[in-house]
């Protein structure tokens, strides 16, 4: 008796191989709608699956494989004499295989203006439920959900080498598909009922690549996209040249980008450990990346950049002329290219930026779990800033406290940021303490801190950070305010003419 095998998929890559394949390797093949008029318009000898049921597709093709007779001779275990009995009484024929990959629901979701109505009816059921119950009984049915393991299948058969080992492997997978199409679904319908917090939270991710290694040489790594995502993602970017990007550069990288969103004028952003070592705002793509670079001339070597404008020759030059491990930008002009590739380690990403908000999730595993919050997307203008002190800041000065509060959000707490002339101009990231984080900044930023403004991701408990600003020259500071003791560093501030403003908003980054 031939083996039959039940095919029936949205993608029909290199379809009609495989069913010549498994014909040559003596299967009766069983079909269904769009696949079934492929096989035989390709003059593939098929059987629609109404022959199998005696029952037709109904309902729009919502049924068609929910059949005993389908089921039934994929589910009976044939070692077991009462499966097989039952199989008998019921005219019940075995299934051995199930070609099945699902209605493309990833696909429909990122259409353009798509309705509701086409979004459900891309929820496939009878596939699932095929791939389900072939992958249950994968000792006795073989499964194929990726057109990719079409060969390795084939070559198994003509070898007659589809074994347990490898029907089991083959099983896997489906489960791994089949639970990422429904964290897909489940997601859209979190989302569509405004449910931000559910009682279980089921993410999936499908991989980029393998790393060389982790954190660390000792550490296996590995980089994974969400399957839907329409925000800025290195998952998304073109790389141009240089060498793979490692677990690290991807972590600098992203930070990178995540400051950049902030700046809507030409803006460049050096990152180093993910926390930013230099940022620059002008007219010119040039003139931020300047800024950005003499912000901290040292620490920049080795590390990452991030533009919001496409880089010309005058700016790549300059790249050119210290060590980057990645320069990011929407785009590099042709002189722009001949510059930088001829640094041959140098990685070139090419990614289209975006400053919109998104409703992404921050998580973070900890032992035996994960923390989920909303992204950290909360900006102020300057309308929402609170002048406590008594001498307002000028114009000059809001203009760089609201640079620096953009910039302060994306440092480590603890965490003291100065700026002067939409420059970053010290920074001091992750202390133990506020005062420790305000000498790191000011120290950094020597005879320029005279004149700038100091950002605070916090509120003071005392007034010594404020203290150590009068010392510095800082002339204005912006922080969220709230700390019982705020009366104390107010008064230094009237003390010594310094304007403080308050923003009602913490930006902890632990």
Not at 35 to 53: F, R
Not at 227 to 244: D, F, M, R, V, Y
Request: hydrophobic share 40%.
């Amino acid at each position: 008796m031939s083996k039959r095998a039940l095919i029936s998929v949205s993608d029909k890559s290199n379809l009609t191989a495989f069913a010549k394949g498994l014909i040559e390797a003596g299967y009766e093949i069983i079909s269904t709608g769009g696949t079934l008029s492929t096989l035989v318009n390709a003059g593939i000898e098929a059987k629609p699956v109404d022959d199998v049921t005696g029952f037709p597709e109904i309902m729009d093709g919502r049924v068609k494989t929910l059949h005993p007779l389908v089921h039934g001779g994929l589910l009976a275990k044939r070692s077991n004499p009462d499966h097989m009995k039952q199989m008998e009484e019921n005219n019940i024929s075995p299934i051995d295989m199930v070609v099945v990959n699902l209605y493309p629901f990833k696909q429909t979701i990122e259409k353009q203006g798509v309705s509701n109505e086409e979004i459900i009816e891309n929820i496939d059921i009878g596939g699932p439920t095929m791939l389900r119950s072939a992958a249950k009984n994968f000792e006795d049915v073989a499964v194929v959900v990726d057109p990719a393991d079409y060969d390795k299948v084939l070559q198994a058969l003509q070898s007659d080498q589809l074994d347990a080992e490898i029907r089991k492997q083959l099983a896997a997978k489906v489960f791994r598909h089949t639970a990422n199409y429904d964290a897909m679904i489940a997601n859209y319908f979190m989302t569509e009922t405004n449910e931000e917090f559910p009682e279980t939270y089921t993410i999936t991710y499908e991989k980029v690549q393998d790393l060389r290694y982790g954190e660390n040489p000792h550490q296996q790594a590995a980089f994974y996209r969400n399957p839907i995502n329409k925000s800025t993602s290195l998952a998304t970017a073109k790389q141009l040249h240089g060498k793979e990007l490692s677990y690290n550069n991807i972590q600098d990288a992203n930070a990178a980008l995540e400051i950049l969103a902030e700046y809507n004028e030409p803006a460049a952003v050096a990152v180093k450990h993910m926390n930013p070592c230099g940022i620059g705002v002008a007219e010119t793509i040039e003139g931020a990346f300047s800024r950005a670079y003499d912000a901290d001339p040292i620490s920049i070597f080795g590390g990452i950049v991030a533009c919001n404008r496409e880089i010309d020759y005058a700016t790549a030059v300059k790249l050119s002329e210290i060590f980057l491990e990645i320069v990011i930008a929407p785009g590099f002009n042709a002189d722009a290219m001949e510059i930088l590739t001829r640094k041959k380690n140098i990685r070139l990403l090419e990614l289209e930026l975006t400053n919109e908000s998104t409703a992404m999730k921050k998580l973070t595993t900890v032992s035996g779990g994960v923390l989920i919050q909303n992204s950290d997307n909360g900006n102020i203008s300057i309308d929402d800033l609170k002048v406590v002190t008594k001498r307002q800041p000028s114009e000059e000065e809001l203009d760089n406290l609201l640079f620096a509060w953009k910039a302060v959000k994306h440092v480590k707490s603890n965490a003291i940021l100065l700026a002067k002339d939409n420059q970053t101009i010290g920074v001091g990231a992750g202390q133990m303490n506020r005062i420790g984080a305000a000498n790191i900044a000011i120290e950094q930023a020597g005879t320029k801190a005279e004149g700038s403004v100091m950002a605070s991701d916090a509120f003071f408990p005392m007034p010594d950070t404020v203290q150590a600003a009068v010392k510095a020259g800082i002339t204005a500071i912006i922080q969220p305010g709230g700390s019982k003791r705020d009366q104390d560093s107010i008064d230094v501030c009237d003390e010594h003419g310094i304007s403080m403003v308050y923003t009602g908003m913490r930006h902890f980054k632990h």
